[in-house]
């Protein structure tokens, strides 16, 4: 079934924008390192971008901090909101803090633990509503009880893309031939603003999209030629997988991609218990898919970069995962 229309323009990001996006956020982000797999067989040179590492656990914090640099002295003054499985509600909390202006964010009631208690250790204000509810104000761009407030879109938003795209710059420099990049789709912002920022500087380059079996709405919309919908179905990998593919991110970014490779919770476990054990990296489901689908061949035998989002993850769906399950 064909997505929904999303009342936003199409987006048009260009390597200034993410240039620029840099400038805003020097001192603010960690520049984040790019360190070797330590896996015998695996099918190629596996590096790992870590974006765990970053102040609030996630990458959310570049494009929320570039983002909200935009904002007007007027706006900020207003406040702002946005909607997140988490990791954004944290980003916009984290800046908002810093710069002393209201923040509100709305999350899903079945956001983990963890990132609820990172969005009250920073002071921001929690609505709790469904899924669906939380999926629509993406779609809309609104919330009615916060309408006084600014919306910062948590991945469709001119800014947000940009100021993910630095990672993109940053996995150029430390590893220029680079043959493949792997990052995990939620909404489609990170994706947009690092294939932007690659295929700027090196188009050879083959970026892949990777998502959960159990939320694939890209690869759905890859094998239809449009934007799809997807029934999704809940599970540890929240911070990736979406409902569907909104029409504006698919038009920024069906002709970066080189398709969306799927993988299963099973993987996605699989991944982050290797992650633990060998490097002592704690990723969450959505930062784990990356290294999952690289894993998989899918993306290549040569020298292939997994984007590891995020490393937000309950303490106990990671003992789970730890003694070889899956939460």
Sequence with gaps: MPAAKSTATSMKISITDIESARERLAGLVIRTPLLRLDLEDAPAEVYLKLE?????????????????SLLSPADRKRGVYTCSAGNMAQALAWHARRLGIPCTVVMPDTAPQTKLAGVRRLGAEIVQLSWDEVWKIGITRVYEPLKHMVFVHPFSEFGMIAGNGTIGLEI????????????????????????????????????????????????????????????????????????SVLPEMWDL???????????????????????????????????????????????????????????????????????????
Excluded: M, W
């Design 172 to 243: 150029l420099e430390d590893l220029p031939n680079v043959d493949a990049v792997v990052v995990p789709y939620g909404g489609g912002g990170l994706i947009g603003g690092i294939a932007t920022a690659i295929k700027a500087r090196r188009r050879r380059t083959n970026v892949y999209a990777c998502e959960p079996e159990t939320a694939a709405p890209l690869a759905a919309s890859f094998a239809a030629g449009s934007p799809q919908e997807f029934k999704r179905i809940p599970s540890f990998v929240d911070g990736s997988g979406a409902s």
């Design 253 to 327: 970014n069906r002709p970066l991609l080189s398709g969306s490779i799927v993988v299963s919770l099973r993987e996605v476990a699989s991944a982050i218990k290797l992650l633990v054990e060998r490097h002592r990296v704690v990723a969450e489901g959505a930062g784990g898919s990356s290294v999952a689908a690289a894993l998989t061949g899918k993306a290549g035998n040569l020298r292939v970069v997994a984007v590891v989002s995020g490393g937000n993850i309950d303490p106990a769906k990671l003992t789970t995962i730890l003694n070889g399950q899956v939460p």
């Design 52 to 68: 765990t590492l970053q102040p609030t656990g996630s990458f959310k914090v570049r494009g929320a901090g570039n983002a909200i």
